[in-house]
Nanobody, 128 residues
């Protein structure tokens, strides 16, 4: 088990940038796949981005591809989401999640059911 704490959310104008960070506690951090999900008001939580344990492979939702970048620092036990060219539709609570021994193929990274550790979320609001 790892505990995850997100930070970096806030209010930004359309076209602006924000960097979310998630710090983990616990051992064997590099054994976890990490992901970012988001939930907008009145909508279901959706996949945003994910990264494998080594940081070699990354995965993105089509809606954020080319605008968001996920990265991790295993020495510091952190995962970040650099968000650029933000749009009002990016407004949501963003959650950091970790999956241990539950990812078997590329498609699993996109499924929130594969993640067994979740942070409490950080609010991102993009004004028009």
């Amino acid at each position: 088990q790892v505990q995850l704490v997100e930070s970096g959310g806030g209010l930004v104008q359309t076209g602006g940038s924000l960097r979310l960070s998630c710090v983990a506690s616990g051992r064997t951090f590099n054994a976890y796949a990490l992901g970012w999900f988001r939930q907008a008001p009145g909508k279901e939580r959706e996949f945003v981005a994910a990264i494998d344990g080594s940081g070699t492979s990354t995965y993105y939702a089509d809606s954020v591809k080319g605008r968001f970048i996920i990265s991790r620092d295993n020495a510091k036990k952190t995962v970040a989401l650099q968000m650029s060219s933000l749009k009002p539709e990016d407004t949501a609570v963003y959650y950091c999640a970790a999956a241990y021994a539950n990812i078997y193929k590329a498609g699993d990274y996109y499924s929130q059911d594969r993640y067994n550790n979740w942070g409490r979320g950080t609010q991102v609001t993009v004004s028009s």
